[in-house]
């Protein structure tokens, strides 16, 4: 029923015009990890011990959202944008699940929780279960391999063994 609902609503939709929701949800997403709860930054040097700058927090954040406004404009010229739009969800689910579980277990509110709960969650949700009938199943769970990978790669980068900047 649902996944009916979400393949409906992104069939009426371009995957172009939707694509555009992953950059804009981003940019909420980094204003709350930066302002909110004394920041991510602050939150990371706290409860993990890594210490990341608020200034590098925003270099690396930015960096992030321009990577994903190229990807997506590279995407629709080559005519990749369903395959993107995969990746980025399953990205942006991982990453707001990423926030509930460590507000869970640090039972804690973790800076992005709220942007994760009410934007990224259902847009990682419903870009999934809506682009999954649309695609073939062996690219489709490429994609969503792709994207779970990109947040491992994102969790090496701003822990301590695999910080690169």
Same mark, same amino acid.
């Given at each position: 029923?649902?996944?009916?609902?979400?393949?409906?609503?992104?069939?009426?939709?371009s995957t172009a015009q939707w694509s555009l929701l992953f950059p804009v949800t981003y940019f909420f997403h980094i204003l709350e990890e930066y302002y909110c709860g004394g920041g991510y930054s602050a939150y990371l040097l706290r409860l993990r011990g890594i210490q990341l700058? *608020?200034?590098?927090?925003?270099?690396?954040?930015?960096?992030?959202?321009?990577?994903?406004?190229v990807g997506i404009i590279l995407a629709r010229r080559l005519r990749f944008p369903n395959q993107l739009s995969v990746i980025l969800g399953a990205v942006t689910l991982v990453n707001g699940l990423t926030h509930v579980i460590l507000s869970l277990v640090y039972a804690e509110y973790v800076p992005g929780l709220i942007t994760s709960l009410f934007l990224w /969650? *259902?847009? %990682?949700?419903?870009?999934?279960?809506?682009?999954?009938?649309m695609m073939r199943q062996s690219r489709y769970w490429l994609c969503t391999t792709v994207g779970v990978g990109i947040n %491992?790669?994102?969790?090496? /980068?701003?822990?301590k063994? %695999?910080?690169?900047f």
């Open positions: 029923m649902i996944a009916k609902l979400f393949t409906r609503l992104l069939s009426r939709t700058s *608020p200034t590098r927090f925003l270099l690396v954040q930015t960096m992030g959202l321009t990577l994903m406004i /969650i *259902p847009l %990682g949700l419903a870009t999934l279960v809506g682009l999954k009938p %491992g790669i994102i969790e090496l /980068i701003t822990s063994s %695999g910080r690169l």
